[in-house]
């Protein structure tokens, strides 16, 4: 089905080329396609450093309240080893869920759009043309990896909870979806650049902010551009 510069969300589970929904119609052809690192998202989105700090204390508070309480030295080892047990369940969880995000997620970005494969249970084919993307933003991190957060010009937007985790933090009230935790995301953040100033694009003018950067490419107006969207 084609869509007029809208957003548009497929529910296919068999694609022809991995990552889309569709054979790419004449014209259009892959710039780019990555998936998260597992550990990034383990890290930024499920915040597993944080819940392991959390579940430690919790050990250590049970721990020396049993101890405080005179238990036996062997009920305490018993009780410790049994909190133990369950924090190491939570964050084996958590890690695995990362895991699992990361292998059924595909980035996706052409020379008219991006587009997301996101969902573990449930998969979808998120469609974002150009001329929808007001700007978008890269966040990068210490290793190299980073976040490319899509803000949007348009009103049809897709649940928070439907993007998440591959959406901007804390955006709820206008979510954003976002490229999360690639490898080499000023990599990526320059062929998305150059993909929105290209004059093929047809779109409105748009800022791709960068750290200590900031790239204006504007381009000509047009009243709509037919993309492939299931």
């Avoid at 259009?28 to 915040?47: T, Y």
């Avoid at 392991?52 to 062997?74: C, D, E, F, H, R």
């Avoid at 009780?79 to 958590?94: E, P, Q, T, V």
Wanted: hydrophobic share 50%.
């Amino acid at each position: 089905a084609a869509s007029e510069g809208g957003i548009a969300v497929s529910d296919h589970t068999q694609q022809p080329i991995p990552g889309l929904p569709e054979q790419l119609p004449s014209g259009e052809h892959v710039l780019w396609q990555g998936s998260p690192s597992w550990l990034g998202i383990a890290m930024r989105a499920l915040h597993v450093r944080a819940v392991a700090i959390y579940l430690a204390l919790i050990v250590l508070w049970g721990t020396t309240s049993a101890i405080a309480n005179q238990k036996p030295p062997m009920d305490v080892s018993i009780f410790a080893l049994k909190l133990l047990a369950i924090s190491a369940c939570a964050l084996g969880g958590l890690m695995l869920f990362s895991v699992l995000v990361s292998r059924s997620t595909i980035y996706t970005i052409t020379n008219r759009r991006v587009v997301m494969r996101i969902g573990v249970a449930l998969p979808v084919t998120l469609n974002i043309p150009f001329n929808t993307i007001q700007s978008a933003d890269l966040r990068l991190f210490p290793n190299g990896s980073g976040d490319i957060p899509l803000q949007l010009a348009t009103e049809r937007r897709q649940p928070f909870v439907v993007l998440w985790p591959h959406v901007r933090p804390w955006h709820t009230a206008k979510p954003q979806p976002m490229i999360r935790a690639v490898t080499n995301a000023k990599d990526v953040a320059a062929i998305l650049t150059s993909a929105l100033g290209a004059p093929a694009a047809a779109k409105p003018a748009v800022l791709v902010r960068m750290p200590r950067t900031v790239i204006s490419k504007p381009s000509k107006h047009s009243a709509g551009e037919k993309t492939v969207a299931a």
